[in-house]
């Protein structure tokens, strides 16, 4: 029997980032700004379509979906600690210009000292989860366990096992935890 979570696809140089673990696939059809700034375990596979220009930090069983894009630079940090899934379309902001009208904004030729950025490390705990078209803002702790609504805007942390919907994105309802901890450490132990 063909076994449906292997890929039959052009890849990405796996050597080019500064970690990579077992069982990970990536299109080739990817644009990571940084490989040397990414790290990843295992049991990884991202779509096409998948754009980061920050430092990145890949726990293991991670799904990327097509389309997803991670922005802000080199002074940008996103965390994925694993077990987790990111929808298409999603976006996920660690650096942006403050547009206070303070400062110029980010373009090429501008100097550094011209421009007024806030850059915050963004965490998607374990068994997290975010819907599609789903937009994180810099700083914002996806809580273990959390699950973010197809088309949310999430501004704030996210509270452990809560799932959340809208814009901005708002608690809707508890998700129980015991099955899918149960699950995961059998999966581990496996090894």
Not at 71 to 91: D, R, V
Not at 130 to 145: A, K, L, T, Y
Request: charged share 20%; net charge positive; glycine share 12%.
């Amino acid at each position: 029997m063909r076994d449906p979570y292997k890929f039959n696809a052009a890849q990405y140089d796996l050597s080019l980032l500064k970690r990579a673990g077992t069982d990970v696939f990536i299109s080739a059809h990817v644009e990571i700004r940084r490989p040397s700034l990414v790290s990843l375990g295992s049991h990884i596979a991202i779509d096409s379509g998948f754009y980061i220009t920050t430092q990145g930090e890949f726990g293991d069983y991670i799904h990327i979906g097509p389309g997803v894009t991670v922005i802000g630079g080199f002074e940008g940090e996103l965390i994925l600690e694993g077990f987790n899934t990111i929808g298409a379309g999603t976006k996920i902001i660690c650096a942006s210009d403050t547009f206070s009208g303070n400062a110029l904004v980010t373009t090429p030729g501008i100097p550094p000292q011209m421009v007024e950025v806030i850059a915050k490390l963004v965490i998607v705990k374990k068994f997290a989860n975010i819907g599609v078209n789903v937009i994180i803002f810099p700083g914002v702790i996806v809580g273990e366990g959390s699950v973010v609504g197809a088309g949310s805007v999430v501004r704030h942390d996210t509270k452990p096992w809560t799932i959340y919907a809208g814009n901005p994105a708002r608690p809707i309802k508890k998700r129980p935890k015991e099955k899918m901890l149960t699950l995961a450490k059998k999966l581990t132990a496996r090894k």
